[in-house]
């Protein structure tokens, strides 16, 4: 697949945004000279990507995030801090939103910044999630988000799991869903996200397939 010089991961709460985004922004950094992961997240104060920058640095990839990152001080995202997601020459950026509309948000202020850019807007769904289980509920968070960040979807991600009880059966079983909501959507599936070792039993056909691991043994996030 082709990856875009900005991604942005949006979803619902609990969607698995911020461990897919961590594992794409360190995958990236295998092939790109400089990567970086951008924490959008305004829904949560304390900005989890934070809880793996000894992970991602070890990959080499940089983490923009608020100074009061893994502090008990609740502090507003500073939209100066983001400006280099898009703006610095050479940089791959990784940019995870916080859940639904609200979080959606925080991207919309960048919108016309993105007008014209090599940028993907990809929607992350764990079809075994309270409120994300059927076409018409995400429909709905489709349009929640896309309303808030004044931009598109580009692509979905099938993100299905049930944390360490994910099988590579249960994850197939989620591909009826995900075909119908990518008819419905008219989005293709870009990835399949799957934990490294079960990944080479799940049957391909459904985007690429997206080996991940969970870094502290965080799943959901």
Sequence with gaps: ???????????HYGS????????????????????????????????????????????????????WANSNVEAVWAPVDALRAFD?????????????????????????????????LWMVVNPYRPLTRDVDSLRAIRHEIETAA???????????????ETTSELIAASFPLMRELSEALALPIVLTAAMRGIALDVPEGHGDLFEIECYGNRFGV
Excluded at 2 to 11: D, Q
């Design 16 to 67: 698995g945004k911020t461990t897919l985004a961590v594992n794409y922004a360190m995958a990236l950094a295998k092939t790109r000279e400089r990567v970086a992961l951008c924490d959008m997240d305004i829904v949560n104060p304390y900005f989890r990507t934070a809880d793996y920058a000894r992970a991602l640095t070890g990959a080499g990839v940089e983490l923009i995030a608020s100074r």
């Design 1 to 11: 697949m082709n990856h875009a010089t900005i991604t942005i991961i949006a979803g």
């Design 88 to 120: 610095e020459p050479g940089l791959t950026t990784v940019i995870d939103l916080g859940g639904d509309d609200c979080g959606a948000m925080a991207i919309g202020r960048y919108a016309e910044r993105l007008q014209g850019r090599d940028a993907a």
């Design 150 to 164: 004044q931009l598109r979807f580009t692509g979905l991600v099938n993100n299905a799991n049930l944390g360490a």
